[in-house]
């Protein structure tokens, strides 16, 4: 079973836009981490933020914000006034205590594209 | 800032050919995971490493990949013989420790095509 979840595939907005990237993750374990990465064409990944069970505070980065709910499972991304850089693939992922090795279980990635 | 890196950044192939990949981790980290990228999808874990040893290579199809860091540093990823199927970026990323509340950081990739 899919424990990560991006149902929106791909979001296409005009430069300056706010835009939200959804993911709603599915756990048992009461500690566990969550990630977003960013994948531009160039195809490296770059960690963007690491948030861990406990903490439900939101998070700011300049026009980066994350949004935390354990009551509905989700790890929401907005950016704000989004730029022509901004496109690329992000994705959400998990880590639970449980799993063995503490594997990143990743979702399938949504691709974000700013048009000029 | 510290980065991985790996090399080559693009191969070509022919099936049945022998590929290497090379990964150098962040000075410093003690895990190295190799992943496999099909485009369109999210990263697949092939083989994690803690120091020299393997942790899990449960995923790498060890028929024809196979995965050394003979010194605890960097790291080679094999494939023979290559196959179409093998078409994919290969990803190396490092984190300080194993451990959940440890971030990986990827290196830029090596994007294989076999022809």
């Known amino acids: 079973a899919q424990k990560v979840t991006q149902a929106q595939t791909e979001i296409s907005v005009v430069e300056k836009e706010d835009v939200t990237l959804d993911c709603v993750y599915e756990?048992?374990?009461?500690?566990?981490?969550l990630f977003w990465y960013k994948q531009p064409p160039s195809g490296e990944l770059v960690f963007l933020i690491r948030?861990?069970?406990?903490d439900e505070q939101n998070e700011i980065s300049g026009r980066y914000s994350w949004n935390f709910q354990k009551s509905t499972s989700s790890f929401n991304f907005t950016i704000t006034a989004s730029q022509v850089v901004d496109s690329a693939v992000y994705f959400c992922?998990?880590?639970?205590?449980?799993?063995?090795?503490?594997?990143?279980?990743w979702g399938a990635g949504t691709k974000l594209i700013i048009k000029p | 800032e510290a980065e991985v890196a790996q090399s080559p950044r693009y191969k070509i192939t022919e099936k049945s050919q022998a590929v290497a990949f090379w990964c150098d981790p962040i000075?410093?980290?003690?895990?190295l995971y190799w992943y496999r990228q099909i485009l369109g999808q999210g990263p697949e874990l092939l083989v994690q490493?803690?120091?020299?040893?393997?942790?899990?290579d449960s995923q790498l199809p060890k028929d024809r990949f196979s995965a050394e860091r003979l010194k605890g540093v960097d790291s080679t990823l094999k494939i023979q013989p290559a196959e179409l199927g093998d078409s994919a970026m290969y990803l190396c990323?490092?984190?300080?420790?194993?451990?959940?509340?440890?971030?990986?950081?990827f290196g830029p990739g090596t994007r294989l095509t076999v022809t």
């Open positions: 490493f803690q120091d020299e040893s393997v942790v899990d």
């Open positions: 992922a998990l880590s639970e205590a449980s799993h063995s090795n503490y594997q990143l279980i």
């Open positions: 000075s410093g980290h003690a895990t």
């Open positions: 756990t048992r374990d009461t500690t566990y981490y």
């Open positions: 990323a490092s984190s300080l420790v194993t451990g959940h509340s440890y971030e990986q950081y």
């Open positions: 948030r861990n069970s406990f």
